[in-house]
């Protein structure tokens, strides 16, 4: 069973730079297919990026050209670059593993 832990989140003005962190502990980080999700105030959870091994990184639309995601296996841990935030990038950021397991979440804000 995977467990894991997000950090990175914070305040940040609109056109800066966040890096979001997920370390995932258990031995088979490496197999697993993980992705970032984020849940703004009244609105439902949604998808932002995945990454799986021998796949490309998938973005949802809104973020494309400006989040990366990757992963750093020996460190079990999956990271999402974001750049050129706006403020509704504003939302409690969950990383995800095989889409069953989630963590407790980052809070983002995005001031304008």
């Known amino acids: 069973q995977v467990q894991l832990e997000e950090s990175g989140g914070g305040l940040v003005e609109a056109g800066g730079s966040l890096r979001l962190s997920c370390a995932a502990s258990?031995?088979?980080?490496?197999?697993?297919?993980m992705g970032w999700f984020r849940q703004a105030p009244g609105k439902e959870r949604e998808f932002v990026a995945r990454?799986?091994?021998?796949?490309?990184?998938q973005y949802a639309d809104s973020v494309k050209g400006r989040f990366t995601i990757s992963r750093d296996n020996a460190k079990n841990t999956v990271y999402l670059q974001m750049d050129n935030l706006k403020p509704e990038d504003t939302a409690v950021y969950y990383c995800?593993?095989?889409?069953?397991?989630w963590g407790q979440g980052t809070q983002v804000t995005v001031s304008s």
């Open positions: 995800n593993a095989n889409g069953r397991t």
């Open positions: 258990g031995r088979t980080f490496s197999n697993c297919a």
């Open positions: 990454i799986a091994s021998g796949v490309s990184a």
